[in-house]
């Protein structure tokens, strides 16, 4: 098992940027695929991005693609998702999940991944 600690969440204005970091503890995120999950308030966990435990894939919902990048650092043990552009809509908290050796089309379903974070709190005004 990984253990996962999200940071980096806040409040921001509509239009600005954050990035969020998912530490990992326990052992070498080296061969976990990653995914980002958010939920807003009333509404269902949703997939925002995954990263491959090989860096070389990523998958983004469409309602991020060109805003948000994710990304990985095994030396640090910690995943990112850069977001820019973002939108009063992307209020949510935003969670990471870990899958060892994680492959095929499972990234986006929240049921593949067996390691999570607590979460951080992203909240943009307009």
């Known amino acids: 098992q990984v253990q996962l600690v999200e940071s980096g969440g806040g409040l921001v204005q509509a239009g600005d940027s954050l990035t969020l970091s998912c530490a990992a503890s326990g052992r070498s995120i080296s061969f976990y695929a990653m995914g980002w999950f958010r939920q807003a308030p009333g509404k269902e966990r949703e997939f925002v991005a995954a990263i491959s435990w090989s860096g070389g894939n990523t998958y983004y919902t469409d309602s991020v693609k060109g805003r948000f990048t994710i990304s990985r650092d095994n030396a640090k043990n910690t995943w990112y998702l850069q977001m820019n552009s973002l939108k009063p809509e992307d209020t949510a908290d935003y969670y990471c999940?870990?899958?060892?050796?994680?492959?095929?089309?499972?990234?986006?379903?929240?049921?593949?991944?067996?390691?999570w974070g607590q979460g951080t709190q992203v909240t943009v005004s307009s």
């Open positions: 999940a870990a899958k060892f050796m994680l492959s095929g089309g499972s990234y986006y379903y929240a049921d593949v991944y067996d390691n």
